[in-house]
Structure formats: structure tokens, C-alpha cells
């Protein structure tokens, strides 16, 4: 039922900055939680930012560089990243999770539907 958008990924230098969005349509309620996770092939999907519980959290590595807001009427959840690196290269999805008791933010499998990913690219 509900869709998961991902956009605004795209190709940067290093120290540039991209503002990814992600639009959950087909719903009637507010998530509890949205989340961001990124991958890179060969490895699993690595907790970068979320919006859960009404609180913004990050992972270490963006701390400082990546702002999360959310619009709760358009359900719609910006990741601002700045000063981004090579490293940053991934593939970057987005995941919601409806509603829960408990606030596992940070771990993948705690999420109920994930979008198909946008890729950022950051050149040397």
C-alpha cells in the first residue's frame, strides 16, 4: 500500500553537498519513524540517519555533516548532506516503520517497507 520515493541523488565532488527526499504516498497516517540507511555492493546496509519518535538520530560517521527534517502532513523526509567524501558513495534508502513500542532506529531489519534507493556518487 504504501510507496517509498527516494530522490535528489546524483553525482558530486568531494565537499559538495545533496539534499536526497523521500516521499511515502498511499498513506493516511504519519510513520512512527523514517529512516536512511546506505550500501555499497558487498556490504550490508549501514544505519546513516532518522526521524524516529519525534527525535532526529546519526550514525557517527555523518554526525556533523547530515541535517534530518521531516514534513509530518506531506510525509516526507529531507537528509541534508554536506560536506561530502568518496566514502559517501552508496546507495542511499529509505525506510519506514509504522508504528512499534519500542525505538530501534538503528537496525535495518526493524523497519516494515524500504524504498528502491538513490544513488550518490562523490568524485575525488
Known amino acids: 500500500q504504501v510507496q517509498l520515493i527516494e530522490s535528489g541523488g546524483g553525482l558530486v565532488q568531494a565537499g559538495g553537498s545533496l539534499r536526497l527526499s523521500c516521499v511515502a504516498s498511499?498513506?493516511?497516517?504519519?510513520?512512527?519513524?523514517m529512516g536512511w540507511f546506505r550500501q555499497t555492493p558487498g556490504k550490508d546496509r549501514a544505519f546513516v540517519a532518522a526521524?524516529?519518535?519525534?527525535?532526529?538520530y546519526y550514525a557517527d560517521f555523518v554526525k556533523g555533516r547530515f541535517t534530518i527534517s521531516r514534513d509530518h502532513s506531506k510525509n516526507t523526509v529531507f537528509p541534508e548532506m554536506n560536506n561530502l567524501e568518496p566514502e559517501d558513495s552508496a546507495c542511499y534508502y529509505c525506510?519506514?516503520?509504522?508504528?512499534?513500542?519500542?525505538?530501534?532506529?538503528?537496525?535495518?531489519?526493524?523497519?516494515?517497507?524500504w524504498g528502491k534507493g538513490t544513488q550518490v556518487t562523490v568524485s575525488s
Open positions: 498511499g498513506r493516511t497516517l504519519s510513520a512512527y519513524a
Open positions: 526521524h524516529s519518535g519525534g527525535s532526529a
Open positions: 525506510a519506514e516503520k509504522r508504528s512499534c513500542g519500542s525505538n530501534a532506529y538503528g537496525e535495518a531489519s526493524w523497519y516494515d517497507c
